[in-house]
């Protein structure tokens, strides 16, 4: 499980940088703007279990 934990943790860092990449090229270009919105959301989701993940695992030591 801390192995998912981790992969997760560096596949959300990617997918929020993937993100910003896009929101660039989104600017230059009209048609990219729903690519940059679902996007923001999975990373968003993503984002959420990794913190959720991050408590479970590194947050409170002293309970285990």
Same mark, same amino acid.
């Given at each position: 499980?801390?192995?998912?934990? &981790?992969?997760?943790?560096?596949?959300?860092?990617?997918?929020?940088?993937?993100? #910003? =990449?896009?929101?660039? +090229?989104?600017? %230059?270009?009209?048609?990219?703007? &729903?690519?940059?919105?679902?996007?923001?959301?999975?990373?968003?989701?993503?984002? #959420? =279990?990794?913190?959720? +993940?991050?408590? %479970?695992?590194?947050?409170?030591?002293?309970?285990?």
């Amino acid at each position: 499980m801390y192995v998912i934990y &981790k992969i997760f943790s560096y596949g959300t860092k990617i997918l929020f940088l993937w993100t #910003f =990449i896009e929101f660039i +090229l989104a600017i %230059f270009s009209d048609t990219k703007w &729903k690519t940059v919105g679902v996007f923001f959301l999975v990373s968003l989701v993503c984002f #959420f =279990i990794v913190n959720y +993940l991050y408590q %479970f695992f590194e947050g409170d030591k002293d309970l285990f």
